[in-house]
């Protein structure tokens, strides 16, 4: 059996991460890299509930570890144990840390969190990029994935139809920033990459 803190561990890498590589890519660009700026009032909302999501992920995850017995309270079937599950959920939480850092990383300074009034930064399509228009929310569906699979109840099922619904939300909101800001090359980019992963030999507009 895996240890019990692998999703609380797990979930705090990714926040600490993105904490640190928005303080850096401010620091050294001189931009804003966390801001909800465009389309205020639904961003606004997104904003209010991506913090309540990552709140009541970690207190899941604290769950988990801490009081096992409240799991089944919440609705965890037996086999939602099952250490066959429970190793499928940390290397799944592994995978997905590790693919939300190093596109971070690869984004340089057009890494954001939101979409600033100002628009977003230059086009990245190298590396990850060039095998997903998103791959750090990949990432981070992957890591909300392996907490329901690590924690299967009713609290962790709704988090994860949450954050797919807040995801879906937020990359049309910074694709059409994108198409704004980019124009055709976005338009080809987006034409040849798929939104969550996959490459198009064929242009389709």
């Known amino acids: 059996m895996p240890p019990a803190w692998i ?5 705090g890498l990714i926040v600490s991460a993105s904490a640190l590589r928005v303080r850096a890519v401010e620091r050294r660009y001189n931009v804003r890299a966390f801001s909800f700026g465009r389309h205020a009032p639904i961003q606004a909302l997104a904003e209010r509930t991506w913090k309540f999501a990552v709140a009541i992920a970690f207190a899941m995850a604290a769950v988990a570890w801490l009081a096992p ?9 037996a086999w939602g144990a099952e250490p066959a599950l429970r190793w499928m959920a940390a290397l799944l939480f592994a995978g997905s ?18 979409v600033p009034s100002e628009g977003p930064g230059a086009l990245v399509t190298h590396g990850l990029f060039a095998w997903s228009r998103n791959p750090i929310f990949v990432g981070l569906l992957g890591a909300v994935l392996a907490l329901f699979l690590w924690s ?18 937020q ?3 910074e694709e059409e920033a994108l198409r704004e800001a980019h ?23």
């Open 7 to 11: 999703p609380l561990a797990a979930l």
């Open 183 to 205: 124009g055709d090359a976005y338009e080809h980019y987006a034409a040849h990459v798929g939104r969550w992963f996959g490459r198009r030999s064929i242009h389709r507009c």
């Open 152 to 169: 299967p109840h009713l609290v962790t099922a709704a988090l994860l139809a949450a954050t797919w619904t807040l995801t879906l939300i």
């Open 171 to 173: 990359v049309r909101i």
């Open 69 to 77: 017995d409240w799991e089944i309270l919440l609705g965890r079937p």
């Open 97 to 114: 840390a590790g693919l939300i850092i190093t596109a971070q990383v690869q984004m340089g300074a057009s890494w954001r969190v939101g």
